[in-house]
């Protein structure tokens, strides 16, 4: 899950213990999200937008969906002026902090053949949420362990 740091950085998601995570806007995302995700899942807390993007720790999907409250507020940059509280158009899940690791940056994801798969290092992958194989997870935990 990407996130950018000046927004939420994985440094505030340790600070705060759980996050929201809203203002998903691409329905790829949302759809993953919504019906893919499960509690207790694992996520991969992704810095983009950024000088150096990368993974920056690991987080847990800690809720169920439920409307981002962001649609409805017309002073947020994620308004969205079709969504009502009755027929909302976005969701979100909270997501708990697990561990905060050190930058495993783009460019080095991009080293190892056992990533070369990754969606989030395919060339025009703009998806904020992305799902990751059992393999890449587990070459990932043992890279930052």
């Not at 990751?132 to 043992?142: L, Y």
């Amino acid at each position: 899950m990407k996130s950018e740091p000046d927004d939420v950085a994985i440094t505030d998601l340790a600070l705060r213990g759980t996050v929201g995570w809203y203002g998903v806007r691409n329905y790829q995302a949302r759809n993953f999200m919504r019906d893919t995700q499960q509690v207790g899942d694992g996520v991969l807390f992704y810095h983009s937008s950024c000088a150096e993007p990368g993974i920056a720790g690991f987080a847990r999907i800690i809720s169920e969906p439920y409307p981002d409250p962001t649609q409805f507020d017309p002073e947020s940059t994620y308004f969205d002026p079709k969504a009502s509280p009755e027929k909302p158009r976005w969701i979100q899940r909270d997501v708990g902090f697990v561990r905060q690791t050190r930058l495993l940056s783009l460019s080095e994801m991009r080293q190892y053949p056992e990533l070369a798969n990754m969606l989030v290092l395919q060339k025009g992958s703009r998806l904020s949420i992305t799902p990751v194989s059992e393999a890449e997870w587990t070459f990932i935990q043992d890279l930052l362990a």
